[in-house]
């Protein structure tokens, strides 16, 4: 009988009958891969167990508060796929298909800088590059990583198809960021060029505002209303001004249930300063509070500053007729106010002589009636008065002596604003709109006002000596540099070069840059939350809303 081949094959293994018992290396690597396998799970669980979001690790994760409403409704903001979607570059681009959202079903998404190049244009077209959900309740979708923003600004020019007037590399806040406009195109120490507004506020904080002004002088000027607002003062204490006096945060109106106190006193007597005027147009029922509220002529000016003419004399010797000045409103242009003035010394030379009414006067009474050789040239005193009330509006002269102040000193125009031209043709130059300094950037004074105010508005703090020198009324831009906010607002530890060559350690308060910047509305920054732009397109009732919208 032949052999078998498998005697031939066991022969070779007489004497070792456990060969299978010996593992070889590919058994080895394969009893290692189980056992790691084994330990990888068991951590996992320990994990899963231990970490409060660890399923968001494996799962698609809460959503931010905001959006709570579609935790479980994935369609709400995903675009929805079917099989005519799929194809053999899009399964092997599976990953990408999450972006393909329809955030615009609720928000307008407003563009960024009109002049960014085609592959910007493409990036940002798709919200999700730069805000991702899905990472808890509490996450915000605007405060983004800063890598976001210096995907571009690290080199501008390279990512915009056209001419740029920003800053052209901007990498950190804290280490690679320019000094504020405003104070390149001013440095500290330079007068503020564009200022039409002349104002000195180390005159107006020093006791008495360096002319003794005291309640009893602007009772003289601006009357009872005006001088009440000042009531808690003696009357012949001169008047100490503080920030507060005009810079206000919030506009506090009160309502008949809030009990007195200090902020309906405020409103009080604030109002009384109003009558006539609508008050919601310089106290609106409630304001944000980031910036403060524009400071007010009626409201903050008026009762020291009311503007106003001098009177003056018609006529010689013993008939000569003492003409008083008077007020005329505010917010006028020299031809506005030339009637008003010429109506105002008519009324007052009136009232000084009552003959003079009675006298045949162009479009007056006809009956002849006894009256001063004055009336014999009144249109002439009337014209004269006039040209020299709206001279001394313009030019506002200073008296050489203090005893020679008249007693409308201070109420010109000119103390106050800048002219072109002369004379009736003179104009008041428009002042700048300065309510928001920094427009492509947030800032938040209620975050701040921990800190004086002359801590970061250097040089708004009064006179020392007194009386005070002649102020300056043009001046500098009162914003210190960007190292005084890096003293706060960099890394913990970083040490801080100030403008006075002190060094501070930074205290490591948060320095991104949605901190301070906002990203839409680019080419229009101070359109905010409220503007149109920012209104979806379709607004949908509740019911599409929670539903996640009209497919």
Not at 83 to 98: H, K, M, P
Not at 259 to 269: C, L, T
Not at 410 to 435: I, S, Y
Not at 460 to 474: L, S, V
Request: with cysteine; glycine share 8%; proline share 9%.
């Amino acid at each position: 009988m032949p052999r078998s081949p498998s005697r031939d094959r066991s022969d070779r293994f007489t004497g070792f009958r456990g060969y299978v018992r010996e593992p070889d290396r590919y058994a080895r690597a394969k009893s290692a891969a189980l056992l790691s396998a084994g330990v990888l799970v068991g951590l996992w669980l320990v994990v899963e167990a231990a970490h409060p979001r660890a399923a968001a690790f494996h799962t698609h994760g809460e959503l931010a508060n905001p959006h709570a409403a579609w935790d479980q409704n994935c369609a709400a903001c995903h675009k929805q796929h079917g099989i005519s979607d799929f194809s053999l570059s899009t399964v092997l681009n599976a990953q990408d298909r999450w972006h393909d959202l329809t955030c615009t079903k609720c928000h307008a998404g407003p563009s960024h800088h009109q002049t960014m190049d085609a592959e910007g244009v493409a990036f940002h077209d798709k919200c999700s590059n730069c805000h991702h959900d899905h990472a808890g309740r509490t996450a915000s979708l605007t405060r983004i990583a800063d890598h976001h923003c210096v995907r571009c600004h690290e080199n501008l020019p390279g990512h915009t198809s056209g001419p740029t007037n920003y800053e052209k590399t901007v990498t950190s806040f804290a280490s690679a960021h320019p000094e504020f406009k405003a104070l390149r195109d001013y440095p500290p120490g330079t007068n503020y060029a564009p200022r039409k507004l002349k104002f000195s506020h180390a005159v107006h904080m020093f006791p008495g505002m360096g002319t003794g002004m005291s309640p009893d002088r602007i009772r003289e000027l601006s009357g009872d209303d005006a001088a009440r607002r000042y009531g808690e003062i003696r009357s012949k204490t001169p008047v100490a001004l503080a920030c507060a006096s005009c810079h206000q945060l919030d506009a506090q109106v009160p309502t008949a249930a809030d009990p007195p106190g200090e902020s309906r006193q405020q409103f009080d007597q604030i109002s009384l300063l109003l009558r006539g005027q609508p008050r919601a147009a310089v106290q609106p029922p409630r304001a944000a509070g980031a910036y403060y509220l524009p400071v007010n002529y009626d409201a903050h000016c008026k009762a020291c500053h009311p503007t106003g003419v001098p009177g003056g004399a018609v006529g010689g010797g013993d008939n000569a007729l003492n003409v008083a000045g008077f007020l005329v409103p505010h917010r006028l242009q020299m031809t506005e106010a030339e009637p008003l003035v010429r109506g105002g010394f008519w009324a007052q030379l009136a009232k000084a002589s009552p003959a003079v009414a009675k006298a045949k006067l162009p479009g007056g009474r006809l009956d002849p009636a006894p009256a001063p050789d004055v009336t014999a040239t009144f249109g002439g005193e009337i014209d004269r008065l006039t040209r020299t009330a709206l001279a001394w509006m313009v030019a506002d002269p200073e008296p050489a002596k203090a005893e020679d102040r008249p007693a409308a000193q201070g109420v010109a125009c000119a103390k106050c604003h800048a002219f072109t031209g002369e004379g009736k043709a003179a104009k008041v130059e428009a002042l700048p709109q300065h309510t928001v300094w920094f427009a492509h950037a947030r800032f938040n004074h209620v975050s701040h006002r921990g800190l004086t105010c002359a801590e970061c508005h250097p040089g708004t703090g009064p006179f020392t000596t007194a009386p005070p020198p002649r102020p300056n009324e043009t001046e500098p831009v009162a914003i210190l540099g960007v190292k005084s906010c890096q003293a706060c607002h960099a890394p913990a530890g970083t040490r801080v070069e100030q403008a006075d060559k002190t060094t501070t350690t930074a205290a490591g308060v948060r320095h991104g840059c949605t901190d301070c910047h906002r990203y839409h509305n680019g080419d229009r920054p101070l359109h905010g939350l409220g503007s149109p732009v920012r209104d979806p397109h379709t607004p949908q009732t509740l019911a599409d809303f929670l539903s996640g919208g009209k497919k």
